[in-house]
């Protein structure tokens, strides 16, 4: 319980941050996460789940005039590296040290696109525009 209280305390910290620096779209935080490796473009509405894990390459930039479901969710990096002993995150979870998580690279959505209704987008894409994602 006192976990989920910091978490909530957290979010609502970042969602007032986000609002500060988001103030030419109508967008709002869904989780926390990396607030600074999301960009989202002018007039952009829904709530924006994004995971991040703290990979440099990760990122999600989305256009103007896009709508977002709120029932989509961008995992911005987590992949585990095939080449280990294991696929578990050994060194993060036991040692605590770097992190054993990969991205491909951002996720962009251009301008003028709709959609991501219950959808899960965690591969480096970038689409065109205008365009519905479903």
Not at 31 to 54: E, F, L, P
Not at 61 to 69: A, L, V
């Amino acid at each position: 319980m006192l976990h989920n209280m910091k978490e909530w305390i957290k979010l609502q910290g970042l969602k007032v941050k986000w609002r500060h620096s988001n103030k030419h779209n109508y967008t709002t935080l869904g989780q926390v996460c990396d607030i600074d490796k999301i960009t989202i473009g002018r007039y952009t509405y829904g709530k924006i789940n994004a995971s991040t894990s703290g990979c440099v390459n990760e990122g999600l930039d989305i256009g103007s005039f896009c709508s977002i479901s709120s029932s989509a969710h961008f995992l911005l990096s987590g992949e585990h590296p095939l080449h280990y002993v294991s696929t578990y995150p050994i060194r993060q979870k036991i040692l605590h040290k770097n992190l054993d998580t990969l991205s491909r690279g951002k996720i962009i959505v251009k301008d003028k696109v709709a959609g991501f209704p219950e959808r899960t987008i965690r591969l480096a894409m970038e689409n065109g525009k205008p365009s519905f994602i479903g």
